[in-house]
């Protein structure tokens, strides 16, 4: 084996299907494309097995539901000693403790964790999992970096590698139009019904905003524990005929390219998926100022960040937009743009590549 071809196993342990494990696909698939070779360990269920399974990713099951598990441990230290893994590189919380264990008394020369979400850690022990176990901490944005640091991580121990989205992926998708209600501008958000998604801040700005555009369609794309709840609030708000609840859509980036406008006003968020495939597709993103949104939006240029929980601004942000397409348009180009200098997959793959490169550098890894 060449000296530069690393054995990598990827661990994720979500059942759904959201941005961490569409970041990681275009990760191992990258990988692997530049002749290394890559596993993963996640939900025999999971889309991200089924997806990784059909780009000729050898997947193990692995589930965990929770984080301090004896039985995932001993799955995941036998996987390590039989595997021969130069890298286990895991990309979501619940498997950070287990698998670090794991990893350190089987022999595993390098353990890397993702970090994608902003939350503050937990407990003030928190910290000595990445601490004691990891050789890097890979984060999506500053934003989360700080976060940890402030949380007791060693600040040598962090990488803030940023997600890159595939352009020609983006472009080849076809535009879907059909969700729209006439001639009007249509508006969409991307991500899981959960409370830190902020939806039911965005629905009170629709009530506001509706009146003055009477046209304009505002589409949820996503599932989760709150949808009951949301079209509940969508009725007793009166704005039934401005909003389309879809579910889940595997084609959400070709409903992206049919809109006109991105919006998300999440309360906390790490570095969003969903609005780097909206600035992609040249659409101006209204999004909040919380974690990492800032690192890909800026403000009166590729778009309009507000405070979160701030229905007035949200709505005036919707309607400036809303109302002027030229201003859209410039908004859209001048995101795109961003992308394509700041945020291309090429960089994220070349960055990660280097990294578990260097941290290698003193091992053999024949």
């Known amino acids: 084996m060449s000296k530069t071809a690393l054995r990598i196993l990827y661990i994720d342990t979500e059942v759904m299907w959201r941005g961490g494990q569409e970041q990681l696909l275009t990760l191992m ?13 996640a939900p025999h269920n999971s889309p991200l097995s089924k997806i990784a399974e059909e780009k000729g990713i050898k997947t ?14 001993f799955k995941l230290w036998n996987l390590f000693r039989k595997g021969n893994f130069h890298i286990v590189h895991i990309n979501t919380p619940r498997a950070i403790f ?3 264990a794991a990893g350190k008394l089987s022999g595993v020369p390098l353990l890397i964790c993702s970090r994608r979400v902003n939350f503050p850690l937990r407990s003030s022990l928190s910290h000595l999992k990445y601490n004691l176990f990891y050789d890097q901490v890979v984060t999506v ?10 949380g007791g991580v060693r600040p040598e121990l962090i990488r803030v590698v940023y997600e890159g989205v595939d352009l020609d992926w983006i ?13 009007g501008p249509q508006v969409i958000t991307v991500a899981h019904l959960s409370p830190e ?17 009477p046209q304009a369609v505002f589409v949820f794309v996503g599932k989760g524990a709150l949808m009951t709840q949301l079209q509940e609030k969508t009725r007793k708000l009166n704005i039934e005929d401005h909003v389309i609840f879809t579910g889940f859509r595997h084609d959400s980036e070709a409903l992206i390219k049919g809109s006109d406008i991105f919006c998300l006003p999440s309360l906390s968020e790490g570095l969003s998926s969903a609005i780097l495939a909206a600035m992609a ?12 949104i800032p690192e890909l939006v800026i403000d009166g240029e590729t778009g309009i960040l507000v405070p979160s929980e701030n229905v007035s601004l949200l709505a005036t942000a919707l309607a400036k937009v809303l109302d002027s397409k030229i201003l859209r348009q410039h908004m859209g180009q001048k995101g795109r743009q961003r992308i394509e200098d700041k945020f291309p997959l090429k960089k994220k793959l070349d960055q990660t590549e280097q990294l578990y490169l260097a941290l290698l550098a003193s091992d053999s890894i024949e």
């Open 281 to 292: 597709s040249s659409l101006p993103v209204i999004a909040t100022q919380v974690g990492g």
């Open 141 to 150: 944005s500053v934003s989360i970096q700080q976060t940890l640091i402030e």
């Open 98 to 100: 287990s698998g670090g």
């Open 29 to 41: 698939a990258g990988i692997k494309q530049r002749q290394h070779q890559v596993w993963l360990a």
């Open 197 to 213: 998604k902020g939806h039911h801040i965005l629905l009170e700005a629709i009530a506001e905003v509706s009146p003055n555009f």
């Open 60 to 73: 193990f099951p692995f589930r965990q539901k929770s984080e301090f598990s004896p039985f995932a441990f």
């Open 171 to 183: 472009d080849s998708h076809q535009t879907i139009e059909a969700l729209r209600a006439g001639n």
